[in-house]
């Protein structure tokens, strides 16, 4: 397995959640969280690059959010804050070869990991 999401659980609104993403080692230019909620298509969360940090957020989770790495763990991690029932979803993690600030596309990553569920309760 290249690639695995984990973190995921049940939670009250209001409660904060950390999602870990760890990587077999490759090679890649960013890290990206997605999330698919029900009967939703799979939105971008947030993005980081791998070398020099930069963040990318989409404006819906910015102030609550926060996206890091570890390189020497190989992981990323997306602190979650203040969450909101409308967030609950399957959150995936994916990276992309691309060299391109904040890519928030899902066709530029390649390889994903399989997905942890957040369930947030009201």
């Known amino acids: 397995v290249q690639l695995q999401a984990f973190g995921g659980g049940l939670v009250q609104a209001g409660d904060s959640l950390t999602l870990s993403c760890v990587d077999s080692?490759?090679?890649?230019?960013?890290v990206g969280w997605f999330r698919q909620g029900p009967g939703k298509e799979r939105e971008f969360v947030a993005a980081?690059?791998?070398?020099?940090?930069?963040?990318f957020y989409a404006d819906d989770v910015k102030g609550r959010f926060t996206i890091s790495r570890d390189p020497a763990k190989n992981t990323a991690y997306q602190q979650m804050n203040s969450l909101k029932p409308e967030d609950t979803a399957l959150y995936y993690c994916?990276?992309?070869?691309?060299?391109?600030?904040?890519?928030?596309?899902?066709?530029?990553?390649?390889?994903w990991g399989q997905g942890t569920e957040v369930t947030v309760s009201s």
């Open positions: 080692g490759r090679a890649f230019y960013a």
């Open positions: 980081i690059a791998w070398r020099d940090g930069r963040k």
């Open positions: 994916a990276t992309t070869p691309h060299r391109i600030f904040g890519p928030s596309s899902s066709t530029l990553y390649d390889f």
